[in-house]
């Protein structure tokens, strides 16, 4: 132990740091918040922020260095700023700044600005002894306490949240230097410290540290509690532990506690610190920030000027080191010598014995009971107090001294409290008897049980917990390891038992069930559980396996499957098929691929969906050979060859023969029905091999069979005379000419007498002689032939011979004809549309190469063009066509051998012109044009021109318009106005015009003397008026029910009530009118007039409308016309509405009324006459007495005018304009809409999404990370905020929200300086509001307990804070929470911007927020909203009886009425009903007889003269009578698109979505007719498939590149492989999304939960598991169905012109006729001799002749019905939308893009560009489908193999 020479100072201190900025004791406050900011190289300007109080000026004194020139100037009261004009940026200035009030100044504003690196700036308090730049500055000679009295000193420091982890390290600086000023040792001063927040602690007592060295250590190292503020007890805490003996509290010591905080205490201070001072000990108070001064006041022990303190913020606790280390020494000095000259400071208590022995027991959840045994003496009362160890406020129970127990209900679940018993006699009480206890838990189920499980349901059964007032079951699928969205049932306390319905077959549930006790749950008990899969088909087995087929049979999977599903695939390859094939369980596949794997799936298919496959595999095997080769009818030059059929599906057969002693090899293909053949044209006595091979129709070839053989030797014949009989030569029957094609005849007979027959000859000639006899051969044993090529529409003899060795037989002679170039049939148009309509025809029944569409305009002059379509396509969508045009079509077919005559007929488009155009109101310098509105027109192009000077004007309308004026024109001129109508997708119609010439000057009139009439003066303004700002619109009836007298009753009306008004304008009140009948029209709009003298001169100039009666339909004009930025509306600003009517209406107004209502403006509906009182009740606001008016007659206007006038301005006053809330209307700021967080408008709003809030209706938004959503204040509270109010917020915070504080809403000044907002402190569980009071201090006011801490458990909680003059008080979910007193608030600067969730750190431009989620926010202008809202958007908390309906809740409309109810009683006499509709013409009467004539009368005077009428253009008359109901029509085509909707939740894909628009045309090519299609050339060999690829992920959508440049012309090659790769993609892309269907996991049911759960532990995060091995890999699945389609990309330019054709095939000329035969020889066959060698390859054949050259072809493209099917011929669904009101179309091919070629010029010189005149169009409104086949399929093309010279023998192809 170390000893001193120096005194010792002995002092027990406690520390208080206040948040209140007053000084103490007459003191000047100092400056704050220095801030400095380079502006350029040579000027620096540095603020500060004025300190609280009285002073009269500043004086800021600055030094650099290097150089230490120092300068000192004086700054006024106001400015606060200093510019530093010779600002030197590589020098270190010191600045110090006081405030001067009188002769006194304040403590230095201390600050440094360090030398500049690199242009950053940076402002750094002072540093001392090399610490760090945060530290607070102190003086150039610290103050040393040098008495040699020595003293005990106990130090109490705040560690609530409220401080923070920054300022903790200032209070632990200012620790450090409070404690060098003492001389710290164990027999001088001695220093302890204890810490609190929520429960107190000791550091370290006072004999723990015996050097000062070491005292410090711990300062630096004491670490930072956290908590809530509970001062009092902390102040106990240390009169029990610290100030003992055995803490190291010695006798005789002067004994000093000083106290730091920084808030108002949650509990009492005043016992406490009286015990404290009464036991003798010095308190002292630091008060730091927001501390409560009049607290620090009832603490400290007296005089207060010296004893407490109070400083503006933690960075300036270093100005009162100093002082109060010399009122502590001072002090210590005078208590030592008070204790030296024989008496104490204070008396020592007499100790008071505590209770003893505390027990607790009888514990449940919510209660528990305390016993003690009593305390010695006269005990007067026990005080428990009991609060929770995790932090919360205080309680307390106070029982009377004979009792020693007490129960403590009413207390949380699982909560461990801690209690302190205290013994209270009449003058003092005793120390406090502590324990603990905890809580239960709830009770919770037991004995879970999941069981009757099904593949869609399962039960769960529980046994029930005592006292529970129902249960909660939550279930969900395992996804992952991890539950998904759950959902909820909730049962009453009977039920135990549940089954859960519409589960996922095969699918992991987990199921947990709460007990629910009131708003509390249980602790959970859970289970899982797996729902059986759908039943699967088994067994499966394959049998009958051939070349090309196999059965496949399978066990039935249950009597509940709907069918089987079965999917086969080549092993490696990627298309897949799928066929449905009922409940069968055996299944031949056909037309499969030889010696190929296939792997086959079988599913069943329930209503759930289907099951998993029954899959297996199998191989095809190899394609049999032909059978039984042999040879028959051998002579010396040919033989005949014969074999058996190897299958059904073979195609042709390959036969060729060669010598085998070399030569020639001959090869022909005979087709797959035949079955021998007799090879001709052999040398005698020679041996052939004959090679046989079959053709299938997959293009395999079998194995080939060989077969030796050899002819007979030629013989010499010796005449002899020998007497021999004829043998019959019969001839054939049933000879029958059929299959007649354009091109080809069958020809089929029957033989005779087949026996000794070698073969038959078939000869056919034309019938006109023009063509050379053609001659074909078929063996014995075939009866038919197909003769091709043949000339079309010709008839032919053809006649059948039989040849016999001695002869021919009889011929049969038949004619047939061929079919003629058969054009296409009955040629329909449909879906006629502006600039397109679609062409159908019936196709010709012979096979065409496809068909040539050329279409022309008849009525406008324009090109024809033409365009090629495939044969499998019968209908054709023409686009780009001109509107209100005729067009001629044409549509030829085209064959292989030519084109047949066109199928012609004539189109229209429809008419998109406007119609009616006429101008009125024709003045010197304007006039007005309307016209008829076009239904489909989305806008209006309107161009004025002058016709003497060619000026225009072009102006373009909504397509809602029909009428426009024009201003500021030209007297006596004459003008064109044109009007053109537009479509969506830009389509123009045609130009309608009018001229019109404006009326001259008129010739001034002679001047007349002056008249004293005075001029009409302007209504002064009402003084309710005055301060009113709104966007008011008057909407009134034109209908023929008021009449022109009573409208101009309206307009006095009107024209009284607008001048009722002060400000006009965008600086005041904005008003516009409306008038209706059928339809509404804008008389003018909110912008139009900025004064009231031209405001009610614009009124005065209505005319009278005229019409029926449709309000609905109004109303729903003046919210999408008027109401509308266009329109002038302002943000921010109170929207009035006030409807005038004098009757019912005759459309439905409760839809778009209760819409206006919902979305905020502010409806008044006067209703006059014979309106409807109770539809007035449904257009205004609620509530009905203060927006309803109703007056018999247009002359009791005056009775509601003062009242009206009266309502309107105060619904339109700034400063609470009227909103709508809970139903009715009430004074208020609709805050979600201010800051743009609607579903209108949050689209344009950065960093927000739009989720579903607590009810799917109610839409909620997401504010992101840094979102910053600030808005001017100027535009939410232009006249700052009322002094009553109450801010209503309802949120949720989420797990990314920061633990550090942050404003959910706060008011910023210019300067950014918070005004009034409401704080969470995340890691503190706080809520603190703030504001500046009256006076212009800075108030704060925090909440924290249990009710608060449910705002941070990430559920949606409604909060309430009512502000008034006296308190503030906080409800969470409708319940109150607690009451603190402010002051009254002093207003708001407009100057700055109101911001959602900005963090309390943020500074400057490095303005960051936090992230949450926001569902309403209302600023009501009432305290007494908060505990009136009913949290109807809690589910928890909705009662429907009590709640306004839901957000687009369904509303009885005229056409959703119900059954009528029952009878009621007879009511009263009721009120004058509606006047009534004319009636109908009652029948007409017969004719009564002639009466007889009776005298003349007198003749009567003459009439009064009328009045002047007014000429109307009457509107179409009303409805008539409901016919009876027709028959269904047809559906029509797609309505316009409705207003877009709020984003839902992810959903599955939708459909295919349709076509881009077209892009711009290309150039167009030179002129030439489409040449015919050449036939489809050979494929090439399939290419092996490569491996899949992984899949990537999705990469982010890339941006719109820019328009390429163009590319060079490609080779035919390179397009083919171009456009080869862009059908593989699709394909694939097809294939890879059809994959994606097949192997789709159901997505998890979407969440149905309605109550949040109580929340839950935080879980800690687990570890990674190690990696699992690698599984095997799995059998290739099937491809999965298609992907949908992305939408189609901007359409590319046209390419360039395709290379020339290549030179086409001539026709093959006719076969020679046969030689004749030769004789037959004789001779005996020779030896067979030994083989030849292969003969030398024969030299190549002479080229044809080429061809004629054929026309050029179109532009090449790739065609995509050559990939899968698009367009072309595929009829695309409508896509209906649900319209209200008159039936709109929209159109369906908005985005449509013809994948047709493009149209080009027709060859002026083609013969079909005459045009015909017959005309078609649509029957009625049907509309005609297309066909749906994607095409059909192709021909087989088979390679050949060519040795010699191959042929082909006729007739067998």
Request: with cysteine; aromatic share 8%.
């Amino acid at each position: 132990m170390r000893s001193s020479v120096g005194l010792s100072l002995g002092l027990l201190g406690l520390f208080v740091v206040s948040l209140f900025p007053q000084p103490v004791g007459g003191q000047v406050s100092s400056p704050r918040r220095f801030r400095a900011r380079i502006l350029s190289p040579t000027q620096l300007h540095v603020s500060w922020k004025e300190p609280k109080g009285q002073f009269d000026s500043y004086k800021v004194v600055y030094s650099t260095r290097p150089g230490g020139e120092q300068k000192e100037v004086e700054v006024s009261k106001q400015e606060a700023e200093l510019l530093i004009d010779d600002f030197d940026p590589s020098k270190e200035y010191d600045f110090k700044v006081v405030a001067l009030s009188g002769g006194q100044q304040s403590k230095p504003l201390q600050a440094k600005h360090e030398a500049q690196q690199s242009g950053v700036e940076m402002v750094r308090s002072q540093r001392q002894d090399g610490r760090e730049n945060n530290d607070i500055s102190e003086g150039e000679d610290e103050f040393m306490c040098k008495t040699v009295a020595i003293s005990d000193i106990v130090i109490l420091v705040d560690g609530s949240w409220s401080i923070g982890r920054i300022n903790f390290r200032l209070v632990r600086t200012f620790l450090e230097n409070l404690v060098r000023a003492f001389s710290v040792e164990f027999d001088k001063t001695r220093i302890g410290l204890a810490q609190y927040s929520g429960d107190p602690r000791i550091e370290w007592h006072l004999n723990t540290h015996t050097t000062k060295e070491a005292v410090i250590d711990a300062v630096k190292n004491l670490p930072y509690k956290g908590g809530n503020t509970l001062t009092g007890l902390a102040l106990t805490f240390i009169l029990e532990t610290s100030f003992k003996p055995e803490s190291g509290s010695r006798p005789g010591v002067p004994k000093i506690g000083i106290l730091i905080t920084d808030g108002k205490s949650q509990d009492d201070v005043i016992p406490p610190a009286r015990s404290l001072r009464e036991a003798g000990i010095e308190l002292f108070a630091i008060g730091v920030k927001n501390a409560d001064e009049n607290e620090l006041k009832a603490i400290a022990s007296p005089p207060e000027e010296t004893h407490v303190y109070n400083v503006a913020d933690f960075s300036v606790m270093s100005d009162i080191v100093e002082s109060l280390t010399k009122t502590v020494c001072e002090r210590v000095e005078q208590l030592d010598e008070q204790i030296k000259v024989g008496g104490n400071p204070a008396p020592p208590p007499v100790a008071m014995a505590p209770p003893r022995d505390l027990v607790t027991s009888d514990i449940t959840a919510r209660s528990f009971r305390v016993t003690w045994t009593h305390a010695p003496g006269r005990v007067e009362k026990y005080r428990v107090v009991y609060y929770p160890a995790s932090g919360g406020r205080p309680e307390e129970k106070v029982v009377q001294g004979a009792e020693n127990a007490v129960e403590l209900s009413y207390l949380n679940s699982l909560t461990e409290y801690q209690l302190a018993v205290f013994a209270v006699y009449r003058s003092s009480a005793s120390e406090a008897l502590r324990g603990s206890a905890t809580t239960l838990a709830l009770p919770m189920v037991n004995d879970l049980q999941l069981f009757d499980i099904s593949h869609s349901t399962m039960t769960v059964r529980w046994k029930a917990a005592a006292g529970a007032s129902g249960y909660m079951i939550l279930y969900a699928p395992l996804s992952g390891g991890e539950p998904a969205d759950e959902k909820e049932v909730k049962v009453e306390d009977t039920v135990n038992e549940v089954e859960l319905e519409g589960l996922t077959p095969a699918t992991e549930y987990t199921v947990t069930v709460y007990a629910l006790y009131g708003e509390e749950a249980s602790d959970p008990m859970t289970s899982q559980q797996t729902t059986l899969p759908l039943t699967p088909a088994t067994n499966l087995r394959f049998s009958d396996v051939d070349h090309s087929s196999s059965r496949v049979t399978w066990a039935s999977a249950s009597g509940k499957a709907n069918g089987y599903r079965i999917m086969y695939v080549k092993t490696n390859g990627v298309q897949t098929n799928e066929v449905d094939v009922g409940r069968v369980t055996t299944w031949l596949l056909r037309n499969l691929t030889s010696l190929t794997e296939y792997t086959v799936g079988v599913f069943a298919v329930y209503d759930e969906g289907q099951a998993e496959a029954a899959t297996d595999s199998f191989t095809t095997k190899t394609v049999p050979d032909p059978q039984d080769l042999r040879s028959s009818d051998v002579s010396t030059d040919s033989f005949r060859v014969s074999w058996q059929h190897p299958a059904s599906d073979v195609v042709m057969y390959r036969l060729s023969w060669t010598a085998s002693e070399g030569g020639e090899s001959q090869e022909v293909l005979v087709n797959g029905n035949i079955n021998s053949y007799l090879i001709r044209g052999l040398r005698p006595l020679t041996q052939y091999e004959v090679v046989l091979g079959a053709v299938y129709a997959n293009e395999a070839e079998s194995e080939e069979v060989v077969l030796v053989e050899s002819t007979v030797e030629r013989t010499t014949t010796v005449a002899t005379k020998t007497t021999t009989t004829a043998t019959p030569r019969y001839g054939v029957r049933s000879m029958r000419v059929d299959e007649e094609t354009t091109f080809s005849l069958r020809v089929s007979w029957q033989p005779m007498d087949p026996r000794n027959l070698r073969h038959y000859r078939l000869s056919y000639v034309s019938a006109r002689g023009d063509r050379a006899e053609e001659q074909r051969m078929a063996p014995a044993g075939q009866n038919n032939l197909v003769l091709q090529p043949l000339l079309s529409d010709t008839e032919y003899q053809i006649s059948v011979t039989p040849v016999y060795p001695d002869g021919d037989g009889p011929p049969a002679v038949r004619t047939g004809r061929t079919l003629p170039l058969s054009a296409p049939k009955n040629l329909r148009v449909s879906e006629e549309w502006y600039n397109r309509f679609r062409i159908s025809w019936d196709v010709p029944p012979s096979p065409t190469m496809g068909y040539r569409v050329v279409y022309q305009p008849q009525s406008a002059p324009g090109p024809a063009l033409e365009t090629f379509v495939g044969e499998d396509v019968n209908t054709m969508l023409i686009v780009n066509l001109l509107s209100g045009t005729e067009y001629s079509v044409k549509v030829i077919a085209s064959y292989t051998t030519g084109s047949s005559e066109a199928l012609s007929g004539g189109a229209k488009t429809l008419y998109l012109g406007v119609s009616g155009l006429d101008a009125y109101q024709v003045t010197v310098s304007s006039f007005c044009a309307q016209w008829q509105p076009h239904r489909h027109a989305s806008s209006y192009r309107l161009l004025m021109e002058s016709l003497p000077s060619g000026h225009k004007q072009e102006t373009k309308l909504s397509g809602g318009a029909n009428r426009h004026c024009f201003s500021s024109l030209k007297a006596d001129t004459q003008y064109k106005l044109s009007v053109r109508a537009q479509l969506q997708d830009g389509t123009e119609g045609p130009e309608v015009s009018v001229t019109q010439r404006t009326l001259p000057v008129p010739t001034p009139k002679p001047t007349t003397p002056p008249t004293t009439t005075p001029l009409p003066t302007i209504p002064p303004a009402k003084e309710v008026c005055k301060a009113a700002r709104a966007d008011l619109v008057f909407l009134v009836d034109g209908s023929w029910s008021i009449g022109d007298d009573n409208f101009l009753k309206i307009i006095r009306f009107l024209y009284s009530t607008a001048g009722a008004l002060d400000r006009i304008g965008p600086d005041g009140t904005q008003v516009a009118i409306a008038q209706f009948s059928d339809d509404a029209r804008t008389e003018f709009k909110l912008n139009s007039h900025s004064d009231k003298e031209r405001l009610l001169d614009a009124i005065n100039r209505i005319a009278y409308k005229g019409g029926n009666t449709k309000t609905g339909r109004a109303i729903q004009h003046v919210k999408e016309n008027i109401f509308t930025a266009e329109g002038g509306v302002r943000r921010g600003i109170p929207n009035v509405l006030v409807v005038l009517t004098d009757g019912r209406s005759q459309d439905d107004v409760n839809k778009v009324s209760k819409e206006m209502q919902m979305e905020g403006y502010i409806v008044f509906a006067i209703g006059f006459a014979d309106a409807d009182y109770g539809e007035l009740v449904s257009i205004a606001s609620k509530p009905s007495d203060r927006h309803v008016f109703f007056v018999d007659d247009l002359d009791a206007f005056t009775k509601i005018e003062e009242k009206l006038v009266t309502f309107v301005c105060e619904a339109a006053t700034a400063t609470c304009p009227s909103v709508p809330m809970g139903g009715s209307s009430m004074p208020g700021f609709r805050m979600m809409e201010l800051f743009g967080l609607v579903e209108s408008r949050y689209g344009s709003v950065d960093g927000v999404s739009m989720l579903p809030g607590t009810f799917n209706t109610f839409p909620c938004f997401h504010l992101h990370a840094d979102a910053f959503l600030a808005t001017p204040t100027r535009y939410i509270h232009p006249e700052g905020l009322p002094s009553d109010y109450t801010i209503s917020l309802l949120f949720r915070l989420l797990p990314d929200t920061p633990e550090e504080p942050f404003a959910l809403w706060e008011v910023l000044d210019q300067k950014n300086e918070p005004l009034v907002g409401v704080i969470l402190d995340h890691g503190g569980k706080t809520l603190t509001f703030f504001n500046n009071d009256f006076k212009g201090d800075f108030q704060t006011v925090t909440f924290e307990g249990p009710d608060i801490k449910k705002l941070f458990y990430g559920s949606f909680h409604k909060l309430h804070i009512a502000i008034s003059k006296t308190s503030a008080k906080v409800l969470v979910d409708c319940n109150a929470v607690e009451e603190k007193s402010i002051n009254a608030a002093g207003n708001i600067s407009t100057d700055g911007a109101e911001v959602l969730g900005r963090k309390v750190r943020s500074r400057g431009n490095k303005d960051s927020s936090a992230p949450f989620q926001l569902q309403a926010f209302d600023i009501v202008c009432s305290t007494s909203w908060a505990s009136r809202d009913k949290c109807c958007e809690l589910p928890g908390l909705r009662k429907e009886e009590d709640c306004p309906a839901m957000p687009k809740a369904c509303t009885c409309t005229q056409d959703s009425k119900g059954p009528p109810g029952p009878a009621g009683p007879p009511g009263g006499s009721g009120i004058r009903g509606a006047r009534g509709d004319r009636g109908e013409p009652g029948p007409v009467g017969p004719t009564g007889a002639v009466g007889d004539t009776g005298p003349p009368g007198p003749q009567g005077p003459q009439g009064p003269q009328g009045h002047s009428g007014r000429s109307i253009i009457g509107p179409p008359g009303g409805p008539g009578e409901r016919g009876q109901k027709g028959e269904a029509g047809q559906q029509g085509v797609q309505g316009l698109a409705g207003r877009p909707g709020a984003p839902g939740r992810e959903g599955p894909a939708g459909p295919r979505g349709l076509p881009g628009n077209d892009g711009p045309p290309g150039r167009p090519g030179p002129s030439g007719t489409i040449g015919t299609p050449g036939a489809p050339g050979a494929p090439g060999n399939t290419g092996s498939s490569g491996k899949p690829g992984d899949l990537g992920p999705p990469g982010l959508p890339g941006s719109k590149g820019e328009r390429g440049e163009r590319g060079d012309l490609q080779s035919t090659s390179s397009v083919q492989d171009i456009a080869r790769q862009v059908c593989e993609q699709l394909i694939q892309s097809h294939m890879t999304r059809y994959n994606s269907i097949l192997n789709h996991v159901p997505s998890p049911p979407v969440s149905i939960r309605t109550v949040p759960g109580p929340p839950g532990e935080p879980g800690r995060q687990g570890t990674p598991g190690p990696q699992g091995e690698q599984g095997p890999s799995g059998r290739p699945g099937f491809p999965g169905q298609n992907g949908q389609n992305g939408q189609p990309g901007e359409r590319g330019q046209s390419g360039e012109k395709g290379d020339k054709g290549s030179p086409g095939v001539g026709v093959q000329g006719p076969r020679g006729p046969p030689g004749p035969p030769g004789a037959q020889g004789q001779g005996r066959p020779g030896s067979q001799g030994p083989s030849g060698r292969p003969g030398n390859p024969g030299s190549p054949g002479r080229p044809g002749n080429p061809g004629p050259v054929g026309s050029a072809g179109p532009p090449g493209y790739c065609d995509q019905n050559s990939c899968v099917g698009y367009n072309v011929g595929v009829q695309l669904p409508p896509n209906v939308f649900q319209n209200y009101g008159e039936v709109e179309e929209e159109d369906p091919y908005r985005f449509y893009e013809p994948n047709y070629p493009a149209p080009r010029p027709v060859d002026p010189d083609d013969p079909e560009f005459q045009q015909d005149g017959v005309d078609l169009s649509s029957p009625g409104v049907a509309r005609v489908a297309r066909s749906t086949e994607g095409g059909g399929k192709k021909g087989v093309s088979l390679k050949r193999r060519v040795k010699g010279g191959a042929m082909t023998p006729p007739g067998l192809i």
